[in-house]
């Protein structure tokens, strides 16, 4: 059952450039998405989230966009750092239903190269 | 800066056995979670508690395992008897309102049941 799908296991990024990560969704349910940043053996840090009214949110170095025709969101880095390096999460939640948890994609190990 | 902690950070178990595994969640928090991640697999949600009861379990949830808030801080999660299939990680997460408001993890509890 892949509701939320992360197609891209790793992605190697030069450091300084631009790092953008994807991230597909099936339930039109969903209204809320969230990102997380994981390193081994640590839980998921919350980075950045979004609204389904919304098409866009920025905090710093992250922007997520949301394309709901597409069912599709990103989640942009730039300037990317090495401490960037970790694998990457994004969750959706379907908040106006009653559901409080988070559905979970595969992750998309990010490796930023110095 | 708040946050979720968890105890032990490792445990190991014979096949069979209880264990208890223990959340301090965020202080003003009302709402918590269980979920696990199983070695090279996504994360998956395993129970939410609000008002000292379950408002929404998965399918994993079965009779085996149970949640309690014993005391004004603690959250709990009891394996009855422990299978060779729940070795995981387990995380707890905390959030201050339901539905769509960001969930906040803890650093997990490897388990493995031997």
């Known amino acids: 059952d892949q509701q939320v799908k992360q197609n891209s296991p790793s992605l190697s990024v030069q450091e300084g450039r631009i790092s953008i990560l994807n991230c597909d969704y099936t339930n039109s349910m969903f209204d809320y998405f969230l990102w997380y940043k994981k390193y081994p053996a640590e839980g998921p840090t919350f980075l950045i989230s979004?609204?389904?009214?919304?098409d866009k949110n920025e905090d710093g170095r992250f922007t997520v966009f949301l394309n709901k025709s597409a069912k599709h969101l990103s989640l942009h880095i730039v300037p990317s750092q090495p401490g960037d390096s970790a694998v990457y999460f994004c969750a959706a939640v379907a908040s106006n239903f009653g559901n409080e948890k988070l559905t979970f994609g595969t992750g998309t190990r990010l490796t930023i190269i110095p | 800066e708040p946050e979720v902690t968890q105890t032990p950070s490792h445990q190991v178990t014979q096949m069979g056995q209880e264990v208890i595994l223990r959340c301090v969640p965020i202080s003003n928090h009302l709402y918590f979670y269980w979920y696990r991640q199983i070695l090279g697999q996504k994360v998956e949600f395993l129970v939410s508690f609000y008002n000292n009861e379950i408002s929404e379990k998965s399918e994993i949830f079965d009779d085996q395992f149970s949640v309690e808030r014993p005391d004004g801080s603690n959250f709990t999660l009891k394996i009855r008897s422990t299978k060779l299939e729940d070795s995981a990680m387990y995380f707890c997460?905390?959030?201050?309102?339901?539905?769509?408001?960001?969930?906040?993890f803890g650093p997990g509890t490897r388990l493995l049941v031997l």
């Open positions: 979004i609204s389904s009214i919304k």
């Open positions: 997460a905390s959030s201050d309102s339901g539905g769509g408001e960001t969930q906040y």
